[in-house]
């Protein structure tokens, strides 16, 4: 593997698993300083998230709502809304709607799809002269290790979780050549998730 992807791969992990929990922020730091390291490793990697294509916006809109839509038939039936009633409250020390608007858009999704999808797995995919060899959803997996640790969630599930949400991820870049799609994706999976258990426990009060 050359030097700069070989740069390129461990720079995230070592900044999610190491770098970033030794910082001790708070919600609002996290989301400042994922913002700025996204945006200087896509400047220092080439990264193009090419966010306006309009074939990515209409593959991003189909796919949130098909997302949103599970959520909502989960709220609606009595048996899944009672187990999104009993979720613990995954929120962090700010309110609902900052958490949704700006730390899951902004803190998470901007900086993990600058990162991964418009930077390092074209870059991996252009290295091995081919496309979906799956390395850059591993290493988005592999990012998420101590953020799992910190949660107090499985570690081995957690990575197989989010490395199978990169690969689709991946997909969807690949197939609309813009990181908007899965950008549009991750805020309603992130979102709806963080949503749906507050709203079953008030539907179920």
Same mark, same amino acid.
């Given at each position: 593997?050359?030097?700069?992807?070989?740069?390129?791969v461990?720079?995230?992990l070592?900044?999610?698993?190491?770098?970033?929990?030794?910082?001790?922020?708070?919600?609002? !730091?996290?989301?400042?300083?994922?913002?700025?390291?996204?945006?200087?490793?896509?400047?220092?990697?080439?990264?193009e998230p090419?966010?306006?294509?309009?074939?990515?916006?209409?593959? !991003?809109?189909?796919?949130?709502?098909?997302?949103?839509?599970?959520y909502g038939?989960?709220?609606?039936?009595?048996?899944?809304?009672?187990?999104?009633?009993?979720?613990?409250?995954?929120?962090?020390?700010?309110s609902?709607?900052?958490?949704?608007?700006?730390?899951?858009?902004?803190?998470t999704?901007?900086?993990?799809?600058?990162?991964?999808?418009?930077?390092?797995?074209?870059?991996?995919?252009?290295?091995?002269?081919?496309?979906?060899t799956?390395l !850059?959803?591993?290493?988005?997996?592999?990012?998420?290790?101590?953020?799992?640790?910190?949660?107090?969630?499985p570690?081995?599930?957690?990575?197989?979780?989010?490395?199978g949400?990169?690969?689709?991820?991946?997909?969807?870049r690949r197939?609309?050549?813009?990181?908007?799609?899965?950008?549009?994706?991750?805020?309603?999976l992130?979102?709806?998730?963080?949503?749906?258990?507050?709203?079953?426990?008030r539907?179920?009060?």
């Amino acid at each position: 593997m050359r030097p700069k992807v070989l740069a390129a791969v461990t720079l995230p992990l070592v900044w999610s698993n190491y770098l970033l929990p030794a910082l001790r922020l708070d919600v609002r !730091g996290r989301t400042a300083a994922n913002t700025a390291f996204a945006a200087a490793y896509t400047r220092i990697f080439r990264g193009e998230p090419n966010w306006l294509s309009r074939r990515g916006f209409r593959a !991003g809109v189909l796919a949130a709502a098909v997302v949103l839509s599970g959520y909502g038939a989960a709220l609606v039936v009595p048996s899944t809304r009672r187990h999104l009633a009993g979720l613990a409250d995954r929120g962090p020390g700010v309110s609902t709607v900052e958490w949704t608007a700006l730390h899951i858009p902004g803190g998470t999704v901007l900086s993990e799809e600058l990162v991964y999808r418009s930077t390092l797995t074209p870059l991996l995919e252009r290295a091995a002269a081919r496309p979906e060899t799956g390395l !850059g959803a591993l290493v988005f997996g592999l990012s998420h290790i101590q953020p799992a640790r910190a949660a107090a969630d499985p570690v081995s599930a957690t990575v197989a979780l989010t490395t199978g949400g990169g690969l689709v991820f991946d997909l969807l870049r690949r197939r609309t050549g813009s990181a908007t799609a899965p950008a549009l994706l991750h805020v309603a999976l992130n979102a709806g998730g963080a949503v749906a258990p507050r709203l079953a426990r008030r539907l179920r009060v």
